[in-house]
């Protein structure tokens, strides 16, 4: 098992950032995929985008790329979303999630193990 808790989303204006967490407990952090995913109101959840276990290779969502940037720190079990020039569009509970797959990964059945969100609001 692997236990995962987001912080960091809040209220920001467009163009502003947030940089949201995630921490990891139960088993070894740093042999999963790390991904993140948003839903927004009335949507179906979305990819955003993932780390390797290594943290060398990274995946984005078209929509994001060159905005969002995806790291992860072993030695804290911690992995980390930064969200630059954010729109209203952006808006949604954004949740990590932990595969055991090494490899492209982007849709949710192919992770285990879930957060339970943190709500990112971009006003215009």
């Known amino acids: 098992q692997v236990q995962l808790v987001e912080s960091g989303g809040g209220l920001v204006q467009a163009g502003g950032s947030l940089r949201l967490s995630c921490a990891a407990s139960?088993?070894?952090?740093?042999?999963?995929?790390m991904g993140w995913f948003r839903q927004a109101p009335g949507k179906e959840r979305a990819f955003v985008g993932t780390i390797s276990w290594s943290g060398r290779i990274t995946y984005y969502a078209d929509s994001v790329k060159g905005r969002f940037t995806i790291s992860r720190d072993n030695g804290k079990d911690t992995v980390y979303l930064q969200t630059n020039s954010l729109k209203p569009e952006d808006t949604a509970v954004y949740y990590c999630a932990a595969s055991p797959i090494m490899g492209h990964v982007t849709t949710g059945r192919d992770f285990d193990f879930w957060g339970q969100g943190t709500q990112v609001t971009v006003s215009s």
């Open positions: 139960g088993r070894t952090f740093s042999t999963y995929t």
